[in-house]
């Protein structure tokens, strides 16, 4: 069975410092990882995915995340974090042998001080 | 939120009676899904659809039923609404089954049940 690990409720950075969400997987075939955040109040938008190729994957908002095999880990980074990042962050798998289900993390809340 | 609409945004009811919540998309995706938002669970898949009348169980889908009558619209009911069933809905699209195919998700619908 394929599932996901945030293992941090909660992440505190202060404005222009970089960040990291952590996100650890477990699939039985190749692994297919997204990224979510949701923002008070609203649905989930979607960040970036890693499918396959350059283990570095960019998306949107200047985040980037790192597929790591080794440690089965998609961490989510950003180089200088803003205020207006603050909000909740998804990690998600898909595993290439368990059909159609797509398996959330817990979530992790980012708290971007000024 | 990708052309998708829920309604209502949000719901208030009795323990014991029925509840329809609709998903509304403008994409003609082919799929579309009902997931269900907890604290420290990040989001459960309730049910799926793989085309009009086609649909699937996830992985809480006991107390739920959906319907699909035509491609744009994708209900979701509570026969018989619980207190565990206050949660915050989810609809999500997606083009394709693939496993690398992008879900992107609805407003969503705050349900509390008295």
């Known amino acids: 069975a394929q599932s996901v690990a945030q293992p941090e409720d909660q992440v505190n950075v202060a404005e222009g410092n970089p960040l990291t969400v952590k996100c650890t997987y477990s699939v039985s075939g190749n692994p297919y990882l997204f990224w979510y955040v949701q923002y008070p109040n609203r649905g989930l938008q979607f960040l970036l995915k890693?499918?396959?190729?350059?283990?570095l994957v960019k998306g949107s908002y200047g985040f980037e995340a790192e597929f790591n095999k080794s440690q089965t880990s998609f961490h989510l980074k950003k180089p200088s974090a803003l205020v207006s990042d603050s909000a909740l962050y998804f990690c998600a798998v898909r595993d290439s042998n368990a059909g159609n289900m797509l398996t959330f993390g817990g979530g992790t809340r980012l708290m971007v001080k000024p | 939120d990708a052309g998708i609409t829920q309604s209502p945004r949000h719901k208030v009811t009795e323990t014991g009676t029925p509840v329809t919540l609709r998903c509304h998309q403008t994409?003609?995706?082919?799929?579309m899904y009902w997931y269900r938002q907890d604290p420290g669970h990040g989001l459960r898949l309730i049910h799926y659809s793989y085309g009009v009348k086609d649909t699937d169980k996830g992985e809480v889908s006991d107390g739920y039923s959906v319907s699909r009558s035509k491609t744009e619209d994708f209900l979701l009911t509570l026969e018989s609404a619980t207190s565990s069933q206050t949660s915050v809905y989810f609809c999500a699209i997606s083009e394709s089954s693939t496993s690398w195919e992008t879900q992107y998700f609805g407003p969503g619908t705050r349900l509390l049940v008295l």
């Open positions: 994409e003609n995706h082919r799929y």
């Open positions: 890693y499918i396959t190729g350059d283990n």
